[in-house]
């Protein structure tokens, strides 16, 4: 085992976990009871072989809330938590989240709009199953309507309604950068959420008509974006006022856009 491969954080969060005392305890103790010695050397064997960290310890933080995360579903990103920030700031009541996943979007809406009524749709059974999990953990399953879609194409449009805000990270890696990607996230995590086609582009292009059919007149689109050129697609496709926003790294990220 090439135990030089993880950090001695990463060690110390898993053992952690495992024996459920903090890490300050840990470092001050030598005896950790054998079975959960064994667990440990498992869950850190896993870790040497590129699993990720998440995956093992089958839970992950997004938006200050803690999400179940397992094989069924992208683990939650740091930079998609910009997109649930501008989603809040428009205070919206009906939102439809598009390729939902572990439900990380959908359910930290659901969370901080008190009112609000939240549909999150996936095409995987498997995602859709792990969001409500999630919802049903934070006590909001009663406000989130669970379809299971490609896309937002099994969605009807209520006579005299559409959603105010549609919330979207879809796949958006191109098909022939996969195999360049880290261990963690090109052998564990599943490509379903990934792959967005030879330029990454191929969900936005399905998407953007989609939304614009679902939204209300004022209603807002917000996306995450791996390429460039999807403020461009939302213009092409109807859409008014685009507004892009970059992540802390510096990258655009968000596109945000006005029907
Ligand atoms: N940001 C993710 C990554 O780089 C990709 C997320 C996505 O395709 N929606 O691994």
Not at 45 to 51: A, H, I
Not at 76 to 93: F, K
Not at 119 to 142: K, M
Not at 213 to 221: E, K
Request: some cysteine; aromatic content about 6%; overall charge negative.
């Amino acid at each position: 085992m090439d135990a030089q491969r993880i950090g001695r954080h990463e060690a110390l969060l898993l053992l952690a976990h495992i024996t459920g005392k903090n890490k300050l305890q840990l470092l001050l103790e030598e005896n950790i009871p054998e079975e959960q010695a064994r667990v440990f050397f498992n869950a850190l064997e896993r870790r040497v072989s590129g699993e990720p960290l998440q995956y093992i310890l089958g839970e992950w933080d997004f938006y200050g809330l803690t999400f179940k995360v397992d094989k069924r579903a992208l683990i939650p990103r740091p930079e998609t938590e910009l997109l649930v920030e501008e989603v809040l700031a428009l205070n919206p009541l009906r939102v439809l989240d598009i390729c939902t996943g572990s439900g990380c979007i959908a359910v930290s809406l659901a969370v901080f709009l008190k009112d609000a009524e939240i549909t999150a749709v996936d095409i995987s059974a498997d995602a859709l199953a792990l969001a409500r999990e999630n919802a049903e953990w934070h006590g909001v399953a009663h406000r989130v309507r669970f379809v299971q879609s490609d896309l937002a194409g099994g969605l009807l449009r209520e006579p005299g309604q559409g959603f105010d805000a549609i919330v979207s990270n879809p796949p958006y890696i191109p098909t022939g950068e996969l195999h360049g990607l880290q261990t963690e996230v090109r052998d564990f995590e599943p490509h379903l959420a990934l792959d967005g086609g030879v330029d990454g582009m191929d969900l936005y292009r399905k998407l953007l008509p989609q939304a614009k059919a679902l939204l209300r007149p004022g209603g807002a689109l917000f996306l995450e974006i791996g390429p460039g050129g999807v403020g461009e697609l939302a213009t092409a496709a109807g859409f008014g006022a685009v507004r892009i926003k970059k992540d802390y790294s510096g990258l655009d990220r968000v596109v945000i856009a006005f029907l």
